[in-house]
């Protein structure tokens, strides 16, 4: 081998020995196996999950819905006015009750049934999630569910004779679209258009009324939140007019409901704490049927309960 | 055996000769050599599945990814791994959005991954061998060095990975609020089974 070396052959050598030299480098920079598996990965359509705590916000909906075969227990309870004072315990002597069971049939679609204690009311609607917030290989701003609710009034028990009422004047009809954006893992914010027509009114109401809900929630940690709820109805009837017209009016006296509350989740349990000026709990009650001025002090406290039980395990 | 050539007059022109032959045959069988450690060194995982279990006071909590994706070099012993925490499906999908968003964070730290080395093995081996795993493994923006024992097998051109581990939550900053920590174990047992075969 020693004869190999002359000028030329050396040059020749040279090359050889800088290419093997140089060869392991290259191989080297490539040997990051981590390196590789990240560059091989393609991006995927991220979906913005947990925008809420919960399936109600306040007194209303949140965009959430349950995951399929998963059953909602919800207890949810309203006290009397704070403004009652200490006679009434600041309005912990009475409540009205909501119970109600919302099951999930497919991860988007939920249906559930419910009993309120306030004009005796049963309920049932369908909860459908239509589009979901996404980002990563396809984005869309938004999670859209659709709510499409109706309510039967069982109080009063009978209508008088004569009077022309029948069974289908204690129904009224909810459609809602529920809109809501995550816009950081703090906070999210919610609109909520909504139509109610009531069968039968009060003289100083109409039968097909608009609202428009603005909400959203704040987190204070992990598993605490602070949320806020407002429902504004174009079509609430005017209070002078009412009370100019009546000597007790009180009755038919319509507010716009307005609620903050505190969300603390335990695992398969919701707790919420609110303070409102409304006490029904389905569409019809709180968005058309607020009795209570909140500004005048008749703030009504209440807590929604809810327990999931995963009926089916879902694969 | 060149040495009967040597005179100065042709000692050039022999030499380049052989010369040009061995740089071509070094430089092919280097190609060759590399070549080679790409096609029949490198592993790719055609099935590979993490999954934990955690045993708990009210409720065990198991979930697994079947998403993930790995890399393992058969001559180095060097082995990597990496996936979407997202990936993860529990049976209860409640339990899901819960550890996606309150232990996880996994909007903040989406992926979790292992690099390091696999050593006690070999290709030739038949049977189960017992190995030993050490190297970087990040969970929730943490990274730590691990050792974790596990098996080898070889089957034709398919080789079997698995291994069993434990993971200490507070290790890896994910913390447990106060309010359901009777419900959540502050350690899971992670178990690796993965299917490699050539890249």
């Known amino acids: ?315 | 055996m060149l040495t009967l050539l040597l005179s100065p007059s042709n000692i050039r022109r022999i030499q380049i000769l052989p010369m040009i032959i061995f740089k071509k045959l070094l430089f092919l069988s280097y190609l060759f050599i590399s070549a080679q450690s790409y096609s029949q060194q490198r592993f790719f995982a055609e099935k590979a599945i993490v999954s934990f279990f955690s045993d708990a006071v009210v409720e065990d909590i198991s979930a697994t990814n079947e998403k993930v994706t790995s890399i393992f070099d058969a001559v180095s012993g060097e082995v990597a791994y990496l996936m979407n925490i997202k990936d993860f499906q529990f049976p209860n999908k409640l339990m899901q959005v819960h550890f996606n968003e309150k232990y996880m964070e996994s909007e903040k730290y989406p992926k979790s991954s292992f690099q390091g080395k696999i050593s006690g093995f070999s290709l030739n081996a038949t049977g189960k061998q017992d190995v030993k795993a050490s190297g970087k493994l990040t969970i929730h923006g943490v990274t730590k060095n691990i050792e974790a024992p596990g098996t080898v097998e070889v089957n034709g051109n398919r080789l079997t990975v698995k291994s069993k581990f434990t993971v200490k939550l507070l290790d890896y900053n994910i913390k447990v609020p106060q309010i359901v920590w009777q419900n959540i174990a502050q350690q899971v047992e992670v178990t690796v089974d993965f299917v490699y075969r050539p890249l």
């Open chain 1, 1 to 315: 081998m020693i004869l190999f070396i002359d000028p030329y052959n050396l040059k020749c050598m040279r090359r050889v020995i800088l290419l093997l030299l140089i060869t392991p480098l290259a191989a080297f920079a490539q040997d990051d196996l981590l390196g590789e598996l990240e560059k091989g990965t393609k991006p995927e359509v991220e979906y913005t999950f947990a925008t809420f705590k919960g399936t109600r916000l306040g007194n209303g909906h949140t965009v959430e819905t349950k995951n399929a075969g998963a059953l909602e227990f919800i207890f949810q309870h309203r006290f009397g006015p704070v403004s009652g004072g200490a006679y009434e315990l600041f309005g912990l002597d009475q409540a009205d009750v909501r119970l109600g069971l919302d099951y999930g049939i497919t991860d988007n679609l939920s249906v559930s049934i419910s009993r309120n204690s306030v004009d005796k009311t049963m309920d049932g609607y369908f909860k459908y999630k239509a589009l979901r917030q996404s980002s990563g290989a396809k984005t869309f701003p938004v999670t859209i569910t659709a709510l499409a609710g109706m309510a039967y009034k069982l109080s009063p028990k009978d209508f008088e004779e004569g009077s022309g009422l029948e069974n289908v004047d204690r129904l009224s009809y909810t459609g809602q679209l529920l809109i809501a954006r995550k816009f950081s893992t703090n906070f999210s914010f919610q609109l909520m258009p909504t139509f109610i027509h009531k069968n039968m009114v009060e003289f100083n109401e109409v039968n097909d009324q608009f609202a428009l809900g603005v909400g959203g929630r704040t987190k204070l940690s992990k598993s605490v939140a602070l949320t806020f709820e407002y429902y504004h109805n174009f079509n609430l009837p005017d209070n002078d007019d009412t009370e100019a017209l009546l000597e007790d009016p009180s009755f038919y006296l319509r507010y716009n409901s307005l609620t903050f509350g505190i969300d603390i989740e335990t695992g398969g349990h919701v707790f919420q704490l609110l303070l409102t000026n409304a006490i029904g709990l389905t569409e019809r009650a709180f968005i058309t049927e607020t009795r209570d001025d909140f500004f005048a002090g008749d703030i009504h406290l209440g807590f929604n309960v809810t327990r999931t039980f995963q009926l089916k395990k879902s694969k």
